[in-house]
Structure formats: C-alpha cells, structure tokens
C-alpha cells in the first residue's frame, strides 16, 4: 500500500508540464500599469531609433564605411532581440497572463541567446575596426576592404546560430516536470535549467562550455583592441589629437562597457540574497537599455551620423514643401 502511494506521488511530480509561468515582476504588481507604459515606450522608441539608424546607413553614401556597415548590422540585431522579448512581457503586464508554452518558451530563449552570442561578435569586430582605424591609419582601408566586412559580419551570425542551435538541441533533450515558475521576465538558460528533472551534469557542463566559448573569446578581443587603442591615443602629441581619436571609439567604449557590465554582474558575482534581489534588473541593462541606447549613444557622439540625419530632414522638408 504504501509503495503504491509512492508510486502514485513519483508519478504525480513527474507529470511533464506543457506551460512554464514568468514570474516576471511579479513583486511591483502595484506598478503594473506604469511598467506596462513604459516598456512599451521603450519598445516603440528601440524599433523606430534602430530602424531610422538602417535607413540613414543604407542612403547616405558617406556612411557606406566599415564602422557604419557593422553599426548598421548591430541595429538590426537590436530590433529583432528586442522584438524577441519585449512584446511577450508588454502583454503580461497588459493582461496579467504569465503563462508561456514550453515551445514558445524555447522559441524566445533560442532567439534571445544566438543574439546575444551575435552582439558578442558584433561588439568585438567593431572594436578591431577602431584599433586598426587608429593604431594602423594607413593600412585601414586595405585590411578593412569590403570582403572582409561582410566575412567578419556573417561570421558572427553564423557561428552564434549554429552554437546556440546545437545548444538548443540537447535543451529541448531536458524534461521539465512538476515546478514550472521562472523567476524572470523572459526565457533565459539558468531559470530554464533549475527546472529540469533530468539529470543535469552534461547540461550544466555544456552550458558553462557553450558561454565560454561565446562570451571569453569576444571579451578578451574587445580588452586587447581597447589597450592598443588607449595606449596609441596616449602617445598622440597634441590634445586636439588625442581628442578626436577618442572620439572615434567613445560611443563603443560606452556600449561595451554598459554590455559587458551587467553581463559579469548577472552571471559572475556569486548570488548573495542581496545581489538576487537586482538580477532582473542587471538583466534589463544587457536586454532591454542596450536596442534603445545604442542608436541614440552613437547618434548623439558622432558628427558624421548628426550631419546624415539633418541632411535626409532637410530633403524630406523639401518634398513636403514642393507637394505643398
């Protein structure tokens, strides 16, 4: 009798779940509107920032450069990353409906994850394009030329792609069963993992490889671009030069440094009780503020971008006034 009823309850607490439920932030329920409100602003700000940034790289000729070519590549990340998570959580705070299917789920973890690998890459090739800008000028065009833009580009989506899909792979191979509350605002791959019942020493392994891999080596690139960079600037003689060859690589330096810094908060500091209190809103400084300060931070610093877009608002004033 008793072993039945432990079979029973064996059988119960293994029942595989269809729906996981994103917490989300769950704690603010009174500032539920006012989230909603916001994420939403930021959501259609990220689109129509991201998108103006691709339109003004692809018309004006004086953009067609390497810097602008992968600026414009990091544009079109952010609006697809962030299509990938904001909309699902703007209609939880709308409907109060937290519920998400296990494929949905593993449909936004796979897309949030091959890119965030890609912004990795992404990040690391812009910073080699500013050290060879500024520590080989004259050899800039020659080992920048167009092939290798578009080699450095695609490789970066390609290799992301194909890591997080053999990734996905042994995921999907996971069973998820008895709690299926995630503490977090989207699919990601810790709060999945603490959810599984399978055994979890492989996963874990792979997991602690994939992000190595992904991660380490587009840091360590990007740390080693940036030390030639400051070093080189430094030996400039005049103040006027140092200036303007910072303000080549300022608006990257920024980025990286928001992207990189709360990627090592979240996933490096140990998880003390008080640092789990700020995960999710770490979380937010790698997945939600990066799409909407990216444009602005390298539109706002940079003259080339400014003087773009007030020539393609004064053509567009001069086709409303002739219609008119």
Request: some cysteine.
């Amino acid at each position: 009798y008793n072993h039945n009823i432990l079979d029973f309850c064996t059988t119960w607490n293994q029942t595989e779940i269809t729906d996981f439920i994103l917490l989300g932030f769950g704690e603010l329920h009174h500032l539920q509107i006012f989230l909603f409100f916001v994420f939403l602003v930021i959501f259609i700000s990220t689109i129509m920032a991201n998108l103006l940034t691709v339109i003004v790289i692809v018309i004006d000729q004086s953009l067609h450069t390497p810097m602008y070519f992968f600026l414009g590549n990091l544009a079109c990340l952010e609006m697809i990353y962030s299509s990938a998570i904001l909309p699902r959580m703007i209609a939880a705070l709308m409907t109060g409906d937290n519920t998400i299917s296990v494929k949905g789920c593993m449909t936004q973890f796979y897309f949030g994850s091959f890119l965030v690998c890609t912004e990795c890459y992404l990040l690391s090739v812009m910073s080699y394009d500013r050290f060879l800008a500024v520590c080989k000028p004259l050899h800039y065009a020659t080992l920048m030329n167009s092939k290798v833009c578009i080699q450095l580009a695609a490789g970066s989506w390609l290799n992301s792609i194909l890591a997080i899909s053999l990734y996905l792979g042994l995921i999907l191979q996971l069973q998820f069963c008895g709690q299926n509350e995630i503490d977090h605002f989207f699919c990601e791959a810790l709060p999945l993992l603490k959810l599984s019942c399978s055994d979890m020493f492989l996963v874990k392994f792979v997991t602690f490889t994939v992000v190595f891999i992904i991660t380490f080596p587009p840091f360590v690139s990007t740390l080693i671009s940036y030390i030639y960079i400051i070093v080189a600037i430094l030996k400039i003689p005049s103040a006027t030069g140092r200036q303007k060859a910072f303000s080549t690589c300022s608006s990257h330096l920024i980025v990286v440094s928001i992207f990189y810094g709360a990627i090592v908060v979240v996933y490096l500091i140990p998880k003390t009780e008080e640092v789990k209190d700020f995960n999710k809103i770490f979380s937010l400084l790698y997945t939600v503020l990066p799409p909407l300060l990216n444009p602005l931070i390298y539109s706002l610093r940079n003259k080339d971008v400014k003087a773009a877009l007030r020539k393609m608002a004064g053509k567009l004033l001069d086709v409303q006034c002739v219609n008119q």
